[in-house]
């Protein structure tokens, strides 16, 4: 499984980083994301940042950048190191938060999710509680990462 940024700080903010240690995937990422969320989150002094920096210390989540390192069209220089990643290690998922990357994996063939499936799929293999995805899906929709509307459609196609 290879996280984006957003998918890291959407787990922090909901207090669900612990849910990556339960994937059956082993979880990698690039060194820009490690840098995004950890290093310049924790200058900025942003929550989040000590407790995704735990999950690099404890080998959770792991460092590695692609070889091919060209920026692709649509998406960040970040998304497109992210995107290249999934492609190299043939991902069984990239796990995002973030619309435009998502499509663009969509588009070059790669399975893509967003981090209110991943919840949905621990829940459905008996990983997760009933109560604690409800919880997780609150969390979501009041730290401002799906909208109510988004996860009422989403909820209601499963």
Request: hydrophobic content about 45%; cysteine-free.
């Amino acid at each position: 499984m290879v996280l984006d940024s957003s998918a890291l700080i959407t787990l922090a903010g909901a207090d669900a980083l612990a849910l990556l240690a339960l994937s059956p995937h082993k979880a990698v990422t690039v060194s820009e994301v490690y840098r995004e969320t950890v290093e310049i989150g924790s200058v900025k002094a942003y929550p989040d940042a000590a407790a995704i920096g735990r999950l690099f210390e404890q080998g959770v989540v792991r460092v590695r950048d692609p070889r091919r390192k060209e920026k692709l069209t649509g998406i960040s220089p970040t998304d497109s190191l992210v995107l290249r990643l999934a492609e190299e290690v043939a991902a069984a998922v990239l796990l995002v938060n973030d619309q435009a990357l998502l499509r663009k994996a969509e588009q070059r063939g790669l399975a893509a999710q967003f981090t209110a499936e991943f919840v949905q799929e621990l829940y459905d293999a008996g990983r997760l509680s009933r109560r604690r995805r409800a919880r997780l899906f609150q969390e979501f929709v009041a730290n401002g990462r799906y909208s109510e509307e988004f996860m009422g459609t989403f909820l209601l196609r499963r």
